[in-house]
């Protein structure tokens, strides 16, 4: 894990500063410098000990697939066409959390617990980052 930034963002918002890293190919993630904790969507403080103080990091990009169900609703006219899709929870080595959608799901099977690694894939204008299991 290498850390991306040495000091809280100033000018750019952690969003900003965080989906700019994802159209670079990077996922980052913030980390409290007072308590440690590490986290995912990105914001202005620490959601364990409301520190302002924090840094960015770069993931591995490895995690555990935690949750996942598919969707046969959908419930955003923009993704009908895509029906079934799925959506995963994932714990990131470095320890967020985050919702994402697991690439190649095998039907019928129960995937908790398995290895995952991240990919990036172009999505209404965006880079997102998915993951897909491990072997």
Same mark, same amino acid.
């Given at each position: 894990?290498?850390? $991306?930034?040495?000091?809280?963002?100033?000018?750019? @918002?952690?969003? *900003?500063?965080? %989906?700019?890293?994802? *159209?670079?190919?990077?996922l980052t993630f913030q980390r409290c410098r @007072?308590?440690? &904790?590490?986290?995912?969507?990105? +914001?202005?403080?620490?959601? &364990?000990c409301w520190s302002p103080e924090w840094r960015w990091e770069e993931a591995s990009g490895k995690a555990t697939v935690v949750s996942w169900v598919v969707y046969h609703t959908a419930f955003d006219k923009r993704? @009908? *066409? +895509?029906?079934?899709y799925n959506v995963a929870l994932v714990d990131l080595d470095e320890g967020p959390r985050m919702i994402t959608?697991?690439? #190649?799901?095998?039907?019928?099977? #129960? $995937?908790?617990?398995? %290895? @995952?690694? $991240?990919?990036?894939?172009? #999505?209404h204008g965006r880079?997102?980052? +998915?993951? +897909?299991?491990i072997e």
């Open positions: 894990m290498s850390a $991306v930034a040495t000091e809280s963002q100033a000018p750019a @918002a952690p969003y *900003d500063t965080y %989906r700019a890293g994802l *159209d670079a190919g990077r @007072a308590c440690a &904790s590490a986290w995912l969507p990105p +914001r202005e403080e620490c959601p &364990s993704f @009908a *066409d +895509r029906l079934p959608n697991l690439i #190649d799901l095998p039907a019928g099977q #129960d $995937v908790i617990g398995r %290895r @995952a690694t $991240v990919i990036f894939e172009e #999505d880079q997102l980052p +998915r993951f +897909r299991l």
